[in-house]
């Protein structure tokens, strides 16, 4: 039996706390929605794995929103809905096989995807879609300012409204008989990560698995800029080559994989006009800039399973010679997972074409490494290995940034599954050409 190396539990933790720097206007709105959705499953039924789905999926209704244009909530259109953030949605997810049932879930919210279903797997995701889009319209309408059960009246007669035409009458109705308990309206306005306790506290993660979600999460990250939709896996692939060359172990190689599809995690907390911007940041962006790695750093401290992969991860922008950030720490203090990912970054940061430069070329990238080294900021033994081996090593890198580029231009720009290979092996081939 395969080693289970953390829990769901936690993992909900995590993605609750990152949708929430995607969606910084909205405090605690994942984990309201979340909150609801159990509590909505678990009053009408449904077993503990489908309640947990439920939940799981809501925490991750708004995944949609890290590859769509900007809406101001106060346009025309107003905010997106739970359908077209659906559509997006179910496209980033993809092939992830450890969230199937999150894309399921979604198609079922998308009408020219249900007929792929059979009826009593639509009918269940169909209702797990509804409970999702009748909690987000809750949370949405909740005012932390007030009290809870001086907004439940108006709430209620609202969500009524929407019977028959947007919402299934049986949903509601099931909604309409939870609201009478006061205290779910308590607990979703000042304590909805209370659901995180009703999640087991058991090790069901293996190490593979975990991939899975990490590969799903560094879509998330990168697909906000069209000039980092490769990056985590790029990042990801060259820290893995280069640790397998120096002997690490089967499970620390897979350890170096998560930790380079997340590394940028923090980065979820950083606009994306300062992610796009042509021009030279100013202090004050660059500040922000680096603060995201702190970020990173707070979202995977203490999670169980995680102890390297949070630390690689969260001081990859540490540097040697001690000034790197966040924390400024010295040679003695940097683990060498976390020296791996520095030159994995760099390597692929400086090969990438950016809204502010083109990429550089080998020669170009380097002098940036034999620079880095001798400035003491990064170690001269991992570069001098990614040197040797740099056709090797960045063939690897292009292999697998290909592969994410066409699902980005799946997920972002609607092509055709058939065109998706060529579009990213051009985008790939811009980046050469560029160097």
Same mark, same amino acid.
């Given at each position: 039996?395969?080693?289970?190396?953390?829990?769901?539990?936690?993992?909900?933790?995590?993605?609750? &706390?990152?949708? &929430?720097?995607?969606?910084?206007?909205?405090?605690?709105?994942?984990?309201?929605?979340?909150?609801?959705?159990?509590?909505?499953?678990?009053?009408?039924?449904?077993?503990?794995?489908?309640?947990?789905?439920?939940?799981?999926?809501?925490?991750?209704?708004?995944?949609?929103?890290?590859?769509?244009?900007?809406? *101001?909530?106060?346009?025309?259109?107003?905010?997106?809905?739970?359908?077209?953030? =659906?559509?997006?949605?179910?496209?980033?997810?993809?092939?992830?096989?450890?969230?199937?049932?999150?894309?399921?879930?979604? @198609?079922?919210?998308?009408?020219?995807?249900?007929?792929?279903?059979?009826?009593?797997?639509?009918?269940?995701?169909?209702?797990?879609?509804?409970?999702?889009?009748?909690?987000?319209?809750?949370?949405?309408?909740?005012?932390?300012?007030?009290?809870?059960?001086?907004?439940? /009246?108006?709430? =209620?007669?609202?969500?009524?409204?929407?019977?028959?035409?947007?919402?299934?009458?049986?949903?509601?109705?099931?909604?309409? &008989?939870?609201? &009478?308990?006061?205290?779910?309206?308590?607990?979703?306005?000042?304590?909805?990560?209370?659901?995180?306790?009703?999640?087991?506290?058991?090790?069901?993660?293996?190490?593979?698995?975990?991939?899975?979600? *990490?590969?799903?999460?560094?879509?998330?990250?990168?697909?906000?800029?069209?000039?980092?939709?490769?990056?985590?896996?790029?990042?990801?692939?060259?820290?893995?080559?280069?640790?397998?060359?120096?002997?690490?172990?089967?499970?620390? =190689?897979?350890?170096?994989?998560?930790?380079?599809?997340?590394?940028?995690?923090?980065?979820?907390?950083?606009?994306?006009?300062?992610?796009?911007?042509? /021009?030279?940041?100013?202090?004050?962006?660059?500040?922000?800039?680096? @603060?995201?790695?702190?970020?990173?750093?707070?979202?995977?401290?203490?999670? /169980?399973?995680? @102890?390297?992969?949070?630390?690689?991860?969260?001081?990859?922008?540490?540097?040697?010679?001690?000034?790197?950030?966040?924390?400024?720490?010295?040679?003695?203090?940097?683990?060498?997972?976390?020296?791996?990912?520095?030159?994995?970054?760099?390597?692929?940061?400086?090969?990438?074409?950016?809204?502010?430069?083109?990429?550089?070329?080998?020669?170009?990238?380097?002098?940036?490494?034999?620079?880095?080294?001798?400035?003491?900021?990064?170690?001269?033994?991992?570069?001098?290995?990614?040197?040797?081996?740099?056709?090797?090593?960045? /063939?690897?890198?292009?292999?697998?940034?290909?592969?994410?580029?066409?699902?980005?231009?799946?997920?972002?720009?609607?092509?055709?599954?058939?065109?998706?290979?060529?579009?990213?092996?051009?985008?790939?081939?811009?980046?050469?050409? *560029?160097?």
């Amino acid at each position: 039996m395969e080693k289970k190396f953390t829990s769901k539990r936690a993992l909900a933790k995590v993605f609750g &706390n990152a949708m &929430n720097l995607l969606v910084p206007e909205a405090e605690d709105h994942h984990q309201r929605i979340a909150y609801l959705s159990y509590k909505m499953a678990e009053f009408i039924g449904m077993d503990d794995s489908d309640i947990q789905k439920t939940a799981f999926a809501a925490l991750l209704h708004d995944i949609g929103i890290a590859v769509m244009p900007e809406r *101001a909530a106060d346009s025309v259109k107003g905010p997106y809905t739970f359908k077209e953030l =659906c559509v997006t949605g179910r496209s980033i997810i993809g092939d992830i096989a450890g969230l199937d049932y999150v894309r399921d879930i979604f @198609e079922a919210e998308s009408s020219d995807y249900v007929v792929l279903m059979a009826k009593e797997k639509l009918d269940k995701y169909e209702t797990m879609a509804q409970i999702i889009d009748l909690s987000d319209r809750v949370a949405t309408a909740l005012d932390s300012k007030k009290a809870a059960l001086n907004q439940k /009246e108006d709430i =209620c007669d609202t969500i009524s409204d929407y019977a028959g035409e947007e919402l299934k009458p049986e949903i509601i109705e099931a909604f309409l &008989n939870l609201s &009478n308990k006061e205290y779910i309206w308590f607990e979703t306005l000042h304590r909805p990560d209370v659901y995180l306790e009703l999640i087991p506290d058991i090790l069901d993660v293996s190490l593979d698995d975990m991939i899975g979600y *990490a590969r799903f999460m560094s879509r998330i990250i990168d697909y906000r800029s069209q000039y980092t939709t490769m990056h985590s896996t790029g990042v990801a692939a060259t820290a893995v080559r280069l640790a397998e060359i120096m002997g690490m172990s089967e499970e620390e =190689c897979k350890k170096m994989l998560i930790a380079g599809y997340i590394h940028d995690i923090g980065k979820l907390k950083v606009p994306k006009a300062i992610l796009d911007k042509t /021009e030279k940041l100013t202090d004050e962006e660059f500040n922000i800039v680096k @603060e995201y790695a702190y970020y990173t750093f707070l979202l995977l401290n203490d999670v /169980e399973g995680f @102890e390297q992969i949070g630390k690689w991860a969260a001081l990859h922008h540490e540097r040697l010679n001690g000034y790197g950030y966040p924390f400024g720490l010295k040679a003695d203090d940097i683990p060498m997972g976390a020296r791996i990912l520095a030159i994995a970054d760099i390597f692929s940061a400086v090969g990438e074409i950016r809204s502010y430069r083109s990429g550089m070329s080998r020669d170009e990238i380097m002098m940036i490494l034999k620079s880095n080294v001798e400035s003491g900021a990064i170690s001269r033994s991992i570069a001098e290995i990614m040197l040797t081996n740099y056709d090797n090593i960045y /063939e690897v890198r292009e292999n697998q940034a290909k592969s994410e580029g066409a699902r980005y231009y799946a997920a972002v720009l609607d092509v055709d599954e058939d065109d998706e290979d060529e579009d990213a092996a051009e985008a790939s081939d811009a980046d050469r050409d *560029a160097d």
